[in-house]
């Protein structure tokens, strides 16, 4: 096991998420905390790699959140939380893993995961995650329950998509994020970041933060484009109805002329795809 802090969580510096990352393999458990680390708020306190090694680590550093892969060694993942249930660790676990049976993901939710993150991921992923997460937790914790209002809050906080106008994370301005929204909103299918920062004027890592937070929210979908050579490129599309885009009327088709009185039109039917950079 590897700790990074001589000291568990209870001397965390106030308002810091400690982590604790368990994988298997040892390089890329060095990348996922890497990526944690370059998220403000959170800290990594250790590194381990077997299920037996991550339950004695929440025992000596009580991490607020675990970041377990679900296939380990000698513990399947899913164990490893039912024994720190046992043991009366209340941390919080992010699953992250290859594992894409519909059955870990059932059972990854009925044990209380707060998210399943599929390998393999950017950083970007894994970032836009945590900071959904840092929003969730705080309002867990500053919750006061005065009535059933306020339960009901709490629980739908547990489980919806954090809304992205009062909630964005740290760094995002509210008027980008809504130029942003919109030119996705507007565009014929696909998007690009590149496309997108030449039609918003922001930088293209700026636009790519924004579409991959519309994406970790649900508010976007993603799909990927592969060229000749090269990594695939990343493409958006929105996931709202488009009879809610701005700047767009919805098309009717001629109303049948013999028949001037047959009635309204029948719905039409809406759909949406993904996208990449």
């Known amino acids: 096991m590897t700790s990074t802090h001589g000291e568990h969580a209870g001397s965390a510096h106030a308002g810091t998420i400690d982590v604790l990352v368990v994988d298997d393999d040892f390089m890329v458990a060095r990348v996922h905390r890497a990526f944690v680390e370059r998220v403000e708020g959170f800290r990594v306190v250790g590194v381990v790699g077997t299920g037996e090694q991550a339950v004695t680590a929440v025992d000596g550093l009580r991490p607020d959140l675990v970041l377990l892969d679900l296939y ?115 565009a014929d299918g696909t998007l690009s970041a590149t496309e997108c920062a030449a039609l918003t004027g922001v930088s293209r890592v700026s636009a790519r933060r924004y579409l991959e937070h519309f994406h970790a929210v649900g508010r976007a979908e993603v799909s990927l484009r592969y060229g000749a050579a090269g990594r695939p490129e990343r493409r958006y599309r929105f996931l709202g109805p488009p009879k809610d885009r701005p700047g767009r009327e919805t098309r009717r088709q001629p109303e049948p002329q013999p028949e001037p009185h047959a009635g309204g039109q029948a719905d039409r039917l809406r759909s949406s795809g993904g996208a990449q950079e």
């Open 72 to 186: 380990l060694p000698d513990l399947f993942g899913l164990d490893v939380i039912s024994r720190l249930r046992g043991a009366g660790h209340d941390c919080d676990v992010m699953v992250i893993s290859a594992a894409r049976e519909a059955g870990a993901v059932r059972g990854a939710v009925r044990q209380g995961v707060v998210d399943y993150l599929l390998k393999p991921f950017e950083s970007e992923d894994l970032r836009v995650r945590l900071e959904r997460y840092a929003v969730r937790r705080g309002r867990l914790l500053g919750t006061v329950v005065r009535g059933q209002a306020d339960v009901d809050r709490v629980l739908a906080g547990a489980t919806a998509p954090v809304d992205t106008t009062p909630a964005l994370p740290k760094g995002m301005s509210v008027e980008t994020a809504e130029l942003v929204e919109r030119v996705l909103r507007e």
